[in-house]
């Protein structure tokens, strides 16, 4: 049996755009520490709601993954984000490491360092430690 379709009056006029500027103005304007409040709540519920029997040998398994990107040229993000001496001045992009500590079985980000690209993956990866022993207590 079918299930009958209720129309809106929108519909009829409802065009899809390949045009994201209103999405990007709009998440533009929603504060980083309110978008990092969030993401560690979904996480903490995400972690609380794991059955015990998916845990590995009991515990909860953390990947670490890192990677280098790249920004564009703005005199602000220069400043923060120096690229290579090598590079001609406005000849290059900005640079910056993130390394990223997730779960392995929900695939959620638990928490992230990033740094510019002379800090080291493995230095970032020490400043996630406390989120590792935090972990282990959920």
Not at 42 to 65: K, S, T
Request: net charge positive; aromatic share 6%; with cysteine.
């Amino acid at each position: 049996m079918a299930l009958a379709r209720r129309k809106l009056p929108l519909d009829k006029d409802l065009d899809m755009s390949a045009n994201t500027s209103a999405y990007c103005k709009a998440r533009a304007r929603i504060p980083l520490d309110l978008m990092d409040k969030i993401n560690a709540h979904l996480v903490e519920r995400m972690q609380n709601h794991i059955p015990q029997d998916q845990l590995w040998h009991g515990r909860r398994a953390r990947l670490v993954d890192g990677t280098g990107l790249s920004m564009p040229d703005t005199p602000e993000n220069q400043a923060s984000w120096p690229q290579s001496k090598s590079q001609k001045p406005g000849c290059g992009f900005p640079l910056m490491n993130l390394t990223g500590l997730f779960c392995l079985h929900t695939g959620a980000l638990i928490q992230a360092a990033y740094g510019n690209r002379f800090a080291h993956e493995t230095k970032l990866f020490k400043s996630l430690w406390g989120a590792l022993k935090k972990a282990m207590s959920l």
